[in-house]
């Protein structure tokens, strides 16, 4: 803020040493035009007194052009006022300097005739810095609408480079959508082939074959027309996705999971929660009663998504750890396309743990 403060001042005084200048020369000019027609100058005084209530008449002029134009509605009625009022006074004081300057005793009654005489050249004066001051605002203004003109144009430029990043990036969540889908049709028609047959020798087998079935009918399915599905559909994936991995793995899970909140009365973009939830079970230690996993999801009822889990490190594994890194970037690529300014993800790794917090506004 200061430094802005001092460029404007800086701006101010070039612009004040500018305008100095240009009425030295102008005076000079028309001094000079003077007495090369007449051959003799008055005294300085009378010249400086004149070219003050000349410029004055200009400055005031241009306040008024600005009060006039310078609204999204041009206020002509009030200008004309306004420029009636700066003209009469103008010549009021004009011909009363006249008078006082050129006699030595103040008479009121000869005011009016000498006032009379003097009134067209006054009235050519006043005309005449009107031209100017005219001339000098609309220059200004073409200049500043020129500028208006060309910024317009970055804008657009602007606009249609943060248009092609869009539909770029875009294109990447959908690339990215398309690789967190299972692709395989015949796999998943297979699957109820399987789940069919083992039924007859397993009741445990046979569910581990319908959650996954369900896990892969849900990552076919169509979202809405918007490119979002009802949140009670992903969350009851993650139940199942949850649910498959206790069938998994030899030994116990120990995860404390907690979900709060009324998931069906809000949508959102499909696979992003179940990813992050397979990530706890593809790269966490789960298996350590002493410290257990968490997952949290709650939503209040104005829409606001929290996602939370936390679990052990498993032992480092360079190829995972990279499957990891591209399955979180897909991620914020989908998050930034449909939820850029209204979500959060943060990453810690406080010792050995891995931390995730994803805040949603749905």
Same mark, same amino acid.
């Given at each position: 803020m200061i430094r802005d403060s001092l460029r404007l001042n800086k701006l101010l005084k070039k612009a004040v040493v500018l305008h100095f200048i240009c009425w030295i020369l102008f005076i000079s000019y028309e001094l000079l035009m003077v007495y090369m027609v007449v051959g003799?100058?008055?005294s300085p005084y009378i010249y400086i007194t004149y070219y003050f209530i000349n410029?004055?008449?200009f400055y005031a002029y241009l306040t008024? *052009?600005?009060? %006039?134009?310078?609204?999204?509605?041009?206020?002509?009625? !009030?200008?004309i006022v306004y420029y009636f009022l700066l003209i009469t006074t103008y010549l009021i004081i004009k011909s009363l300097v006249d008078y006082? *300057?050129?006699? /030595?005793q103040f008479y009121i009654d000869s005011i009016y005739i000498y006032a009379k005489g003097f009134l067209q050249r006054n009235i050519f004066r006043?005309?005449?810095f %009107?031209?100017?001051a005219t001339f000098y605002w609309s220059a200004g203004h073409m200049s500043f609408f020129r500028k /208006?003109?060309? #910024?317009?144009?970055? /804008? !657009?430029?602007? %606009? /249609?480079?943060?248009?092609?990043?869009? #539909? %770029?990036?875009?294109? !990447?969540?959908?690339?990215?959508y398309l690789q967190q889908q299972i692709k395989p049709h015949i796999l998943f028609n297979t699957l109820n082939f399987v789940y069919s047959n083992a039924q007859k020798y397993s009741d445990d087998a046979a569910h581990c074959i319908w959650l996954l079935a369900e896990i892969m009918r849900f990552s076919l399915e169509e979202p809405n027309y918007n490119g979002k599905i009802n949140l009670e559909r992903e969350v009851e994936q993650i139940e199942n996705m949850l649910a498959l991995n206790r069938y998994r793995f030899e030994k116990p899970l120990y995860i404390s999971i907690e979900m709060y909140g009324n998931f069906s009365n809000f949508q959102i973009i499909p696979l992003i929660l179940l990813t992050l939830t397979e990530n706890i079970f593809k790269h966490g230690n789960l298996t350590e009663a002493g410290q257990p996993g968490i997952l949290n999801i709650t939503i209040d009822e104005a829409g606001k998504l929290i996602f939370f889990s936390r679990n052990l490190k498993k032992p480092k594994n360079k190829h995972p750890r990279r499957q990891q890194a591209l399955g979180l970037e897909n991620i914020r690529i989908r998050l930034d396309t449909t939820y850029a300014g209204n979500y959060k993800l943060d990453i810690s790794e406080p010792g050995e743990f891995y931390e995730l917090t994803l805040t949603l506004s749905l």
């Open positions: 003799i100058l008055e410029i004055s008449f008024i *052009l600005n009060l %006039t134009f310078n609204h999204l509605n041009a206020q002509y009625l !009030k200008g006082v *300057l050129h006699n /030595q006043s005309l005449y %009107t031209v100017l /208006q003109a060309v #910024e317009a144009e970055k /804008q !657009k430029l602007v %606009t /249609q480079k943060e248009k092609a990043e869009l #539909e %770029t990036q875009l294109a !990447k969540s959908r690339n990215a």
